[in-house]
């Protein structure tokens, strides 16, 4: 069993483009993080949830693998917390816990298309995350510890 899968890191500069190109801004978690993966641990699209130096506990999407339409030679996690934050997290230490698997990582003909696919991860991961089986890792040990 992959998931649930439990990880956190202090969160790394990307490429930036998530907040410019796209309007969602994503944290990147450090090396170590993504090579720690279980080896079967497959690319694509995962829902779950997240928090940010031990505050809030919020659902997010995240995108695992090699961005095939930026064509990225490092594989990265990169993670979408559903809530706006006033500020960016660089720094900071972001936990994840992953729960569950939405689909592969695509190349896309367009930034639009690939626009309307993480809109599209965003809403069914808001109801995802809904359902009972999912709902009480909100308040999972592991986030609680300072
Ligand atoms: C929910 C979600 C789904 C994504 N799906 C794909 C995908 O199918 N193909 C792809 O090339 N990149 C995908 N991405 C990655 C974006 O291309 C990436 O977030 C963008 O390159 C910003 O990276 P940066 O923060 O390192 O600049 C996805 C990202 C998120 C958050």
Redesign the pocket.
Known sequence: MVLPHFAKGEVVK?????SKD?G?P?A?LPEEVVNNLPKNFETG?YYGFASVDSGEVYKM???VGW????KNEKK?M?V?ILHEFEQDFYGKELRVVVLGYLRP????NSLDD?IK??RD??NQARLKLDLPEFISYKTHKFFLDK
């Open positions: 990307g490429f930036s483009r998530g796209l969602c994503t990147n699209v999407v995240m995108s961005n095939p339409f930026y990265s990169e979408h990582e695509k190349n896309f690939l696919a993480i991860d965003i």
